[in-house]
């Protein structure tokens, strides 16, 4: 039997998510007894595969067709499920990112099986019934659950394991898989796309300056946005202040917003609710400023300041033009 | 435009979240309840559209009795027509709600036509199965994606917008279509005083409604280990900027 895992790529840039799914799909198909297969759909994918092997993979699916050019829902699960069937699959793993879960919830409405989503954890040692850990609240809750099914389909959470290459690659044999496939399978395939932004991301910053309801206004962030400037890094926000309408929502950090990892997370005027925690929570510091000792933000902050965040954001920000202006 | 949100009660909880002892359910004694955030989005994408276009909102939860709060909430913002499937409490499965909400489309569709569009949120708020609007779709036969930031809806076909890490991906559904729409797509709006008023009259129509356990069973629930550490203060006013740019220039973010 085999535990095949789907790997995800933009136009043939393997997604480093993807390295993630391989990393747990090693040592679930060790528990299984099982072999480590891959599969690659669509354009582009085919070089691909000796990064597959060196994932672990001994063997490589790739997988194309007429209509898989881009990527689409329908066309890549009913691959999946075709290939799954054709190499008697036991599971089909991938990892939890928006088309990773999409593409699994798809297959599992497919074979009306079971589908687990955002495991942090899997026990495949009993290949009737599997048990596993997942996330509830984007994180701030797990979920121990059981599933039997004659084939097991799970995401794992992003960034819920490591990634690292095999210690022995994978053979890697490559096997081509032409799926049956028909327009219908083509409605949802990606039409256009649209880039909107270049450079620093606040997923990607190093620095993270925040504001919460405290901060009080649109206006009020503008002391916020010269400190994120002085430091290179960006603003982000609590969705009390989307939802006031002060920031645009792509600032917003938490369970419906951005998770961020910055070098450190200046999080001014936020309480700390657990749905905003999750999403600073990997930050390697948190300096918290706050006029409430009590905040939870100030609990589980690294560094707190007890005050007004509108006296202490400015007073920060001339201290470091006074340095730089003296160097 | 005849459109169908599909919505969840969950409850909204503070700074933690408490398991009950048995470990079943979130412990909501002193907590106040809502609606998953992304849901709160697709009901305000539905009345914007059916503002612009005209039509109707009809709104469906699959919950306790209790779930007619978020219900009113949806009618107090725009919604027309208010669908409750009572569960007595019952925790379900996604493949179970899916069952009970595709059955509920069916019986709704067959008394006053088909819906053009049917809008889920991303994913629920609390269980996250990232599945249940995916499901639904299948079983009507109809195109689905996830991850939606944007909608246009045009004489026969659906433009929709996912917002990945740069921008975003465009695709073109037939109708009629579903969609699973992400928050930031717009800024739902507060009820006014008129809406809350026409909300209390709404009718409801509570729609018992039941199917199989999918293969899925929740065992417990528990909060995940916490690192308890020390904060360290650095101060109690704008005197602590001087700390603070030490400490900015020490892990080497300040150049
Ligand atoms: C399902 C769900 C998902 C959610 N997802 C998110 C999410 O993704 N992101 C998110 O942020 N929230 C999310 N929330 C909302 C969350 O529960 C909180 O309501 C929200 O984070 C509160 O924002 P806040 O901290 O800015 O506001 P408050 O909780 O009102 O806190 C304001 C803080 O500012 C402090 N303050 C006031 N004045 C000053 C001053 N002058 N100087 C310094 N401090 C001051 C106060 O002491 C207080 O601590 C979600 C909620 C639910 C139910
Ligand atoms: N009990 C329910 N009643 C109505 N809609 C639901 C229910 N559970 C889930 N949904 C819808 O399905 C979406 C996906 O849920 P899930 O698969 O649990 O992440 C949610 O955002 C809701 O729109």
Redesign the pocket.
């Known amino acids: 039997m085999t535990l095949l895992v789907i790997l995800e790529h933009d136009r043939g840039d393997l997604a480093e998510a993807s390295r993630e799914a391989m990393t747990a799909g090693r040592s679930l198909a060790e528990q299984m007894g099982d072999d480590l297969h891959a599969v690659l759909i669509g354009e582009g994918a085919d070089h691909l595969t000796d990064e597959a092997a060196e994932l672990g993979a001994q063997t490589v699916h790739v997988v194309t067709h007429d209509i898989l050019t881009d990527y689409g829902p329908d066309a890549w699960a009913e691959s999946v499920r075709q290939l799954a069937d054709e190499i008697d699959a036991a599971a089909v793993l991938a990892v939890g990112t928006d088309r990773g879960n999409e593409v699994m ?1 798809q297959l599992a409405a497919r074979t009306d099986l079971p589908f687990v ?1 955002n495991c942090v954890s899997v026990d495949a040692s009993d290949d009737e019934g599997w048990s596993m850990t997942r996330l509830q609240w984007g994180g701030s809750l797990l979920e121990d659950s059981t599933i039997e099914a004659e084939r097991k389909l799970v995401s794992i959470g992003h960034h819920a394991v490591v990634a690292s290459d095999a210690l022995a690659p994978g053979a890697g044999t490559v096997e081509e898989f032409e799926p049956e496939l028909d327009g219908s399978h083509a409605v949802t395939i990606i039409k256009d796309r649209a880039v909107l932004s270049q450079g620093v991301t606040l997923s990607t910053a190093p620095v993270v300056v925040s504001g919460g309801r405290g901060v009080g206004s649109a206006d009020g962030f503008g002391i916020l946005e010269e400190l994120a400037d002085l430091l290179s890094g960006r603003v982000g926000c609590s969705r009390a202040v989307t939802n006031n309408g002060w920031r645009p929502h792509a600032d917003q950090v938490g369970q419906t917003g951005t998770r961020i990892a910055p070098e450190i997370y200046i999080a001014t005027g936020i309480s700390g609710a657990i749905q905003h925690w999750v999403g600073a929570m990997a930050s390697k510091r948190i300096l918290a400023i706050n006029t409430d000792p009590e905040a939870n933000m100030v609990a589980k902050a690294d560094y707190a300041v007890i005050g007004d965040l509108h006296k202490i954001v400015p007073a920060v920000t001339a201290e470091i033009k006074r340095r730089k202006g003296s160097t | 435009m005849r459109i169908l ?5 969950v409850p909204a909880p503070g700074a933690k979240i408490n398991v009950t002892t048995d470990g079943q359910a979130v412990e909501t004694a002193h907590l106040g309840f809502t609606t ?1 955030p ?2 709160e989005c ?1 009901v305000e994408e539905a009345v914007q559209i059916t503002e612009r276009m005209g039509g109707e909102v009809t709104v ?4 306790p009795a209790e779930a007619e709060e978020q219900l009113r909430y949806a009618a107090s913002v725009g919604c027309h027509n208010l669908v409750l ?1 009572p ?1 007595d409490g019952l925790a ?1 499965d ?1 493949q179970r ?1 899916a069952a009970i ?1 595709t059955e509920t489309v069916g019986g709704l569709e067959a008394d006053g036509g088909g819906f053009d569009l049917i ?6 708020a609390d ?7 995916v499901r ?1 779709a299948h079983a009507l036969g109809r195109p689905i994606v996830n991850g939606i930031k944007g909608i246009d809806v045009e004489d026969d076909h659906i433009v929709a917008r996912r917002a990945v890490d740069a921008g975003f991906e465009v695709y073109e559904l037939p109708r009629p279509a579903v969609l ?1 729409v992400k928050e930031g797509i717009n800024l739902p709006r507060y009820p006014t005083m008129k809406g809350r008023l026409a909300s209390k009259k709404a009718e409801m129509v509570s729609q018992p409604i039941d199917a199989e356990n999918g293969g899925q069973v929740m065992v417990r629930l528990h909060r995940p280990a916490e690192t308890v550490k020390e904060t360290v203060m650095l101060g109690d006013s704008e005197e602590a900027a001087p700390a603070i740019v030490d400490l900015l220039e020490e892990i080497g973010v300040l150049q």
């Open positions: 919830a989503a | 949100v599909c919505v969840k009660r998953s992304h849901e697709a469906l939860t699959v919950g499937v569960t379900l996604p709600t909400i809008l889920f949120g991303n994913e629920s269980s996250g199965g990232f599945q249940v609007g639904v699973g």
